[in-house]
């Protein structure tokens, strides 16, 4: 029989209440470093909306492994930076608050880059994908949607352990994620100037996913 899923009372004692699951806190840390990270590190483990940011409802399975609990709400556009959650807002605007361009690294086409997370508590972590905004995206406008190219990701790995009730090893024979969990990608050719990552950590035992962003500031 499916277990219970975990209904940790996560940030509603700060007084925020969310249509999802919200899991318990994993002590996320990412290297590089992202705009969650810089700006908002006391909460950035807490960024988390429905999984799935390609879908805009609630109550979609995974296609690749329908046993999974279904997604929560997903981010609305212009609010893919905070996930929706009231306490990040601040993340969606197109510069900090001091009315700065978002702190970027600086980076070349073709560049490899080295990811790092790490978990503070054990997670299990069903797909890994990071996205990187378009060619032709609108750097004046909050992160939507079609700022990205959600249908090739730069990087994707699904671990295929199923049930995730019974998937208790770690990746791969399992679904517990490895602290750190490590993984590389390479930018693909753009033009001088700004870009952003997305990355979106899906949970298969609820309907969230962390989301994280990376400002990218190309230089060649």
Not at 1 to 19: H, Q, R
Request: charged share 20%; hydrophobic share 35%; with cysteine.
């Amino acid at each position: 029989m499916e277990p219970d899923v975990d209904t940790s009372e996560g940030l509603k004692s700060f007084g925020f209440d969310f249509p999802s699951v919200v899991p318990p806190t994993s002590g996320l840390s990412v290297t590089p470093k992202s705009r969650q990270m810089i700006y908002l590190p006391e909460f950035r483990a807490e960024v988390s909306a429905g999984k799935f940011i390609e879908e805009q409802a609630s109550g979609q399975s995974d296609r690749d492994i329908p046993s999974d609990m279904v997604n929560g709400q997903p981010p609305v556009d212009g609010r893919i930076a905070s996930a929706g959650n009231p306490f990040a807002s601040k993340l969606d605007g197109i510069q900090d608050e001091s009315g700065n361009p978002w702190k970027a690294m600086a980076v070349q086409s073709g560049q490899a880059i080295p990811f790092s997370l790490t978990f503070d508590r054990q997670v299990k972590i069903r797909r890994v994908r990071v996205f990187i905004t378009k060619a032709d995206w609108d750097s004046g406008q909050s992160l939507s949607r079609r700022s990205f190219d959600l249908f090739n990701p730069l990087y994707s790995r699904t671990c295929s352990a199923a049930p995730y009730w019974e998937a208790n090893g770690e990746v791969p024979e399992g679904l517990i994620a490895p602290s750190p969990f490590e993984f590389s990608l390479n930018l693909p050719v753009r033009s001088v100037g700004r870009h952003t990552l997305l990355l979106e950590i899906d949970y298969p035992d609820n309907g969230d996913a962390l989301y994280q962003v990376f400002d990218l500031q190309y230089t060649t």
